[in-house]
């Protein structure tokens, strides 16, 4: 019964018997392996090309508009290469989860997941290396912390989303996640305008 549920759809089907797994047809199951490996390319394009000039430019532009050093760098430029990843990742997880809830056309889920990929994928690299700018010394600690960082919530992760899921379906679940990305984008914002100043506080050793 729960077999024939499931393949009733062309798509992923969460249900709760099947415990949250997603039963694909073969052929939309390389679409959505080919959606990956396009979003992760995207990804790539992205850093390879924004990651570096975006931030450049602008402490050349500021440079140029106020009465400081060229060679004055900020780390917190990096920051502002997460504008277009944090657009599209709660693009992303809201039309993936629409997609899975109402059925819709199998075409707005694999946009909805290469959206979900791209953001994901070039959300990382940027954070990591603001990390490693304000603690040159010590990068190889940071990578090491943001690595356990990820362990921890991927391993938590598998704790409550199946409840989740149980509880307010894959349209909520996914939904939800889209939306807690932009109040949490609120404390990056926060250290593109004071990030100096919270540096400064800091431990001097650390620095």
Avoid at 11 to 32: D, E, G, M, R
Avoid at 80 to 97: K, N, Q, S, T
Avoid at 180 to 188: D, K, Y
Wanted: proline share 6%; net charge positive; with cysteine.
């Amino acid at each position: 019964m729960v077999d024939t549920q499931c393949q009733r759809f062309r798509w992923p089907h969460v249900c709760p018997q099947c415990s949250f797994l997603f039963t694909l047809a073969v052929n939309l199951n390389t679409t959505v392996t080919l959606t990956q490996a396009i979003g992760t390319a995207l990804a790539e394009l992205y850093g390879h090309f924004i990651s570096d000039r975006l931030p450049l430019y602008l402490s050349h532009r500021k440079s140029k508009t106020q009465d400081i050093e060229p060679t004055e760098w900020c780390p917190e430029y990096r920051l502002h290469c997460l504008w277009v990843p944090v657009i599209m990742l709660p693009i992303g997880l809201g039309l993936f989860g629409a997609s899975l809830e109402y059925h819709y056309h199998w075409v707005l889920l694999a946009l909805g997941f290469l959206l979900l990929t791209f953001g994901a994928i070039s959300l990382l690299p940027v954070a990591m290396t603001y990390l490693c700018d304000c603690f040159p010394n010590y990068v190889s600690e940071v990578s090491a912390g943001m690595g356990v960082w990820r362990l921890i919530l991927g391993l938590l992760s598998t704790v409550f989303i199946t409840p989740w899921n149980d509880r307010v379906g894959p349209g909520w679940l996914f939904g939800s996640a889209g939306l807690i990305t932009l109040p949490a984008f609120g404390g990056v914002m926060f250290l593109m305008v004071f990030g100096r100043q919270v540096r400064q506080m800091g431990f001097r050793r650390l620095r």
